[in-house]
């Protein structure tokens, strides 16, 4: 897109540009849906701008982003609002990453300071899901909650949205009130693989040896 104008198949203007600058309107292809809505550079979004976010079938419009972009990121100063036009987030955004700031909702709080801080997220029902800890704007530590009653799962080491490196990975009864058993070990694209060990909820050991993507695979050794 360069120069000229566009619309979508129900008239709506989608672009107006005059050597690739100017106003461009962002249509869900499925739904046809407002998606962004702001200014363009160079064929991305680059200036100031607004996102929508809908509900999973974009049936109804849950919260929009009104800030700023550098080459089709959320750059500079960025305030996210509920449909209702309520404040939902406040601060300022690196490459896309929440950068500065503090944001106070029901689901989420953060606290980062050149994208280094801890972050709580929640489940809808208000409990606990996410503690997590971020180092320049990427999540590298994590702890994860179940939704029933706060115990927890997995504690450790995050990448690229996760589990990497090394943790602990929780199991309970049916019924998860009392812990049955734990693993600790290494992790790859968020199974076990590497070396680990199971421990009985006694902290005694069960199992000791090697896994690949959740299995156990290779040499080890079972402990009745």
Do not use: A, P
């Amino acid at each position: 897109m360069w120069n000229g104008k566009g619309y979508n198949n129900k008239g709506h203007l989608v672009f107006e540009l005059i050597s690739g600058c100017g106003k461009v309107q962002e249509y869900n292809g499925d739904f046809c849906k407002l998606i962004y809505i702001g200014e363009y550079l160079n064929g991305e979004r680059n200036g100031k701008g607004k996102e929508f976010f809908y509900s999973k079938y974009f049936s109804e419009l849950k919260s929009y982003f009104e800030g700023e972009y550098i080459n089709g990121k959320r750059n500079g100063k960025g305030k996210e609002y509920y449909s209702n036009g309520k404040l939902k987030l406040e601060g300022e955004y690196l490459n896309g990453k929440k950068w500065n700031g503090k944001w106070y909702n029901n689901k989420e709080h953060f606290e980062l300071i050149t994208g280094c801080g801890k972050v709580k997220k929640y489940y809808e029902s208000g409990k606990l899901k996410f503690e997590e800890e971020y180092l320049n704007g990427e999540k590298t530590k994590v702890k994860e909650y179940e939704d029933y009653n706060d115990k927890i799962l997995y504690e450790g080491d995050y990448l690229f949205v996760k589990r990497n490196g090394k943790g602990k990975l929780y199991y309970h009864t049916h019924y998860h009130d009392v812990l049955k058993w734990y693993y600790e070990g290494e992790f790859l694209n968020g199974e076990r693989n590497g070396k680990g060990k199971e421990y009985y909820d006694n902290h005694r050991l069960k199992f000791e040896g090697e896994y690949k993507n959740g299995k156990k695979i290779g040499k080890g050794k079972n402990i009745i």
